[in-house]
């Protein structure tokens, strides 16, 4: 199988698991949220 | 399509700001852009990647998004659509001298980077310390917030003027030095860098190429692209593609059928 083939089926996998576990819609926003590091604000 | 490179950059940008019009921020966009900017629609894959590793937990879904995105295109983001990559161009087209770099050990800096500031610490430490120094954070949140918010004025430390520091530093060098930020510091550019041999879509060089070096001279990452194609540095702007020698390809090359390019003189 050609390397590119096998990254993209493994990345359809990771994505799809990620999206099983809900993981995209609880931490990105709650990510986003908490993000004074960002500002540079301790 | 080469000369609608601009417009897709510009396209990336209203994209990734879009709050005041939709917002996904449920959802990573794949070029730099800090999430905590006020317009902000989307979030920044380094910042989640580091939410992640404060949480000790392994991202699936970031993982699989640099996965497709890298297993297509490669670094191709870093050139088409990276708001920071476009700021890098535009300031570089200032008129003051220019400085050439070809210390080749700091190309590893930015992968050092990558493990050190966004990986390592944030898991042992539990902050997030490449966005503690990050200058996307400063530009996009930092200073237009500091400015809008009174009571953000009031919580300002040394924090905050380290930052301004790093910042002023960044980007007095996007003036001298060819995409510094993408070539030595970019954490975001090296985990893309790692699908470039590999991916999808990749750059041939014609066997009639007599390395005249001007694909280096239009190059915004200053590689010889005749001796490494498919460098890790490359950005796949495909600029040195207005080259006849230099082609993009789709796919894996096949072996023992080299393809013949034409005497380009």
């Given at each position: 199988?050609?390397?590119?083939?096998?990254?993209?089926?493994?990345?359809?996998i990771?994505l799809?698991?990620?999206?099983?576990?809900?993981?995209?819609?609880?931490i990105?926003?709650?990510?986003r949220?908490?993000?004074?590091?960002?500002?540079?604000?301790? | 399509?080469?000369?609608?490179?601009?417009?897709?950059?510009?396209?990336?940008?209203?994209?990734?700001?879009?709050?005041?019009?939709?917002?996904?921020?449920?959802c990573?966009?794949?070029?730099?852009?800090c999430?905590?900017?006020?317009?902000?629609?989307?979030?920044?894959?380094?910042?989640?990647?580091?939410?992640?590793?404060v949480l000790?937990?392994i991202?699936?879904?970031?993982?699989?998004?640099?996965?497709?995105?890298?297993?297509?295109?490669?670094?191709?983001?870093?050139?088409?659509?990276?708001?920071?990559?476009?700021?890098q161009?535009?300031?570089?087209?200032?008129?003051?001298?220019?400085?050439?770099i070809?210390?080749?050990?700091?190309?590893?800096?930015?992968?050092?980077?990558?493990?050190?500031?966004?990986?390592i610490?944030?898991?042992?430490?539990?902050?997030?310390?490449f966005?503690?120094?990050?200058?996307v954070?400063?530009?996009q949140?930092?200073?237009p917030?500091?400015?809008?918010?009174?009571?953000?004025?009031?919580?300002?430390?040394?924090?905050?003027?380290?930052?301004?520091?790093?910042?002023?530093?960044?980007?007095?060098?996007f003036?001298?030095?060819?995409?510094p930020?993408?070539?030595?510091?970019c954490?975001?550019?090296?985990?893309?860098?790692?699908?470039?041999?590999?991916?999808?879509?990749?750059l041939?060089?014609?066997?009639?190429?007599?390395?005249?070096?001007?694909?280096?001279?239009v190059?915004?990452?200053?590689?010889?692209?005749?001796?490494e194609?498919?460098?890790?540095?490359?950005?796949?702007?495909?600029?040195?593609?207005?080259?006849?020698?230099?082609?993009?390809?789709?796919?894996?090359?096949?072996?023992?059928?080299?393809?013949e390019v034409?005497?380009?003189?």
């Open positions: 199988m050609k390397i590119y083939r096998f990254l993209l089926l493994l990345g359809l990771f799809i698991t990620g999206i099983y576990l809900n993981e995209n819609w609880n990105f926003i709650n990510a949220m908490l993000c004074f590091s960002c500002v540079g604000i301790e | 399509m080469l000369r609608f490179r601009v417009f897709f950059q510009i396209g990336a940008l209203l994209f990734y700001n879009s709050n005041y019009l939709f917002s996904y921020e449920y990573p966009v794949p070029g730099l852009n999430y905590a900017c006020p317009i902000a629609g989307g979030a920044c894959p380094l910042g989640s990647l580091q939410h992640f590793m000790r937990r991202p699936f879904f970031l993982i699989g998004f640099f996965l497709l995105i890298g297993g297509l295109v490669g670094r191709m983001v870093c050139g088409w659509i990276c708001p920071i990559g476009w700021l161009e535009l300031m570089y087209k200032a008129k003051v001298k220019k400085l050439r070809n210390y080749k050990p700091l190309r590893y800096l930015k992968y050092v980077v990558l493990a050190s500031l966004v990986l610490i944030p898991f042992l430490l539990g902050e997030p310390w966005s503690k120094l990050c200058f954070g400063t530009i949140a930092g200073i917030l500091i400015i809008m918010d009174q009571s953000l004025r009031d919580l300002i430390g040394t924090l905050f003027y380290i930052k301004l520091a790093i910042t002023g530093v960044t980007l007095t060098a003036l001298f030095i060819k995409r930020f993408c070539r030595f510091i954490p975001l550019g090296a985990t893309y860098s790692l699908f470039n041999p590999v991916s999808y879509a990749r041939e060089v014609g066997k009639g190429c007599y390395e005249c070096d001007k694909c280096r001279d190059c915004p990452v200053d590689i010889k692209v005749h001796e194609p498919n460098s890790p540095e490359c950005v796949r702007c495909l600029e040195c593609t207005t080259c006849a020698h230099v082609e993009l390809k789709m796919g894996r090359k096949k072996e023992g059928k080299p393809e034409e005497q380009y003189a």
